[in-house]
């Protein structure tokens, strides 16, 4: 059974010295504790029929990998979508570093918001083309539940599941980049 109070393991052995007499002697311990599992519930957001091009029983399995360490598990479906006029390419911040949203990503949540279809224990990451600054794979701001991917940066599958799995780490698990001050 899980637990969140620490357990101590214990290895010793029975030695006797040379009088005769027995004593314990402690050979190593090990302090343990356990984490109640908890499950997290993704949803992907195509935009203006960006659909997720992979299989997505195979995100959800990249999911579980990455994060069973944490002992969490991942539910993932795909929304119906949404439609948003955008322009040719979404404002993804430019190449810095944004602490929150643009105003094209807040109008994005809002329009899916409008939808009545929100699940406030959720995360979603909306599926979009390209970011206007060209280089990033997606953004998901630290503790918030919703995050972008840009598909036509994707290569492979692979690529794919895992950029989905860092932008979680940041949204989900409010993680930082390690070169963040």
């Not at 109070?5 to 007499?21: F, I, N, Q, Y």
């Amino acid at each position: 059974a899980l637990t969140e109070s620490p357990v101590t393991l214990s290895a010793s052995r029975t030695v006797t010295d040379a009088e005769g007499k027995e004593s314990e002697e402690l050979l190593g311990q090990l302090n343990v504790i356990g984490y109640t599992p908890q499950s997290e519930q993704l949803i992907l957001v195509p935009v203006n029929g960006n659909n997720y091009p992979h299989n997505v029983g195979n995100l959800q399995t990249k999911l579980n990998a990455i994060y069973g360490q944490a002992v969490t598990s991942w539910q993932v479906s795909v929304h119906a979508g949404v439609s948003y006029d955008y322009g040719e390419d979404f404002d993804d911040g430019g190449t810095g570093v944004l602490s929150n949203y643009t105003g094209e990503m807040r109008g994005l949540i809002r329009a899916l918001k409008d939808a009545g279809d929100v699940n406030k224990d959720a995360h979603y990451l909306f599926l979009l083309t390209k970011p206007a600054s060209g280089n990033k794979l997606g953004y998901m701001p630290r503790s918030k539940d919703y995050g972008f991917i840009f598909t036509a940066q994707m290569g492979s599958e692979r690529v794919m599941n895992t950029a989905i799995g860092h932008e979680l780490g940041h949204g989900a698990f409010h993680l930082k980049h390690i070169f963040t001050e």
